[in-house]
């Protein structure tokens, strides 16, 4: 079965400080790969997807994402956080070989608290 | 465009008592997809709807039940509601054409089971 494994459950930075949200899944096929960040009292926003082409893809507010796919791993990575930056962060997968088609798989998310 | 809605917000039952939630996916899509989240998790993937049909299932009892109508509206049953089954009801739109794989998800429905 597929699973999706987040390393860190809470991370604290100041504000301006480089942020790194690992990300790993289990499965050997072609994956389709998501981040989606549920700020407070919203509700869930993709913040960026990997299909295919370069493994290094932009998404909103200055995220980025690198899959590496000998590491099965989706990294989040964003240079300087902001104090708008305060939310609960989940990668998600999607195998094609999903009997459900187009069903994600999460992670059990990661707290970013950033204090000003 | 019209996002994902999702009735009611909040709903509190008890324990054996059932359930509808209901969901109004985003204009121009045709799938709908139901997942679970409880407390400090991440979302669990329920069912997926196309065409009125189930379209796949995640790790779920028979007493998750679902239907989609011709508008690609849905509702999620839940019957016999366990103390277990509280958790925030997510549900997320999609479009089998062009970028089949991008869900947009509704607020969610909190639901606490006493």
């Known amino acids: 079965a597929q699973s999706v494994s987040q390393h860190n459950h809470h991370v604290i930075l100041s504000e301006a400080a480089s942020l790194e949200l690992g990300c790993n899944y289990s499965?050997?096929?072609?994956?389709?790969l998501f981040w989606y960040v549920q700020y407070p009292g919203q509700h869930l926003q993709l913040l960026l997807k990997y299909f295919s082409g370069d493994p290094l893809v932009k998404g909103i507010k200055g995220f980025e994402a690198e899959f590496i796919k000998s590491k099965f791993s989706f990294n989040l990575r964003k240079p300087s956080v902001q104090w708008s930056d305060t939310a609960e962060y989940f990668c998600?997968?999607?195998?094609?070989?999903?009997?459900?088609?187009?069903?994600?798989?999460f992670g059990k998310g990661t707290t970013l608290s950033v204090s000003s | 465009e019209t996002g994902v809605t999702q009735s009611p917000t909040h709903l509190i039952k008890t324990r054996g008592q059932q359930v509808t939630l209901r969901c109004s996916s985003q204009s121009g899509h045709n799938t709908v997809s139901w997942y679970q989240q409880a407390l400090g998790q991440g979302p669990q993937f329920i069912f997926q709807y196309y065409r009125e049909e189930e379209n796949g299932r995640g790790n779920f009892p028979p007493r998750f039940s679902g239907l989609q109508f011709p508008n690609y509206s849905s509702e999620l049953n839940v019957n016999a509601l366990e103390l277990d089954d509280s958790a925030l009801y997510l549900c997320?739109?999609?479009?089998?054409?062009?970028?089949?794989?991008?869900?947009?998800f509704g607020p969610g429905t909190r639901l606490t089971v006493l």
């Open positions: 998600a997968v999607n195998a094609d070989a999903n009997q459900a088609g187009t069903a994600l798989i």
């Open positions: 997320a739109s999609s479009s089998t054409s062009g970028r089949r794989y991008e869900q947009f």
């Open positions: 499965y050997g096929g072609t994956v389709n």
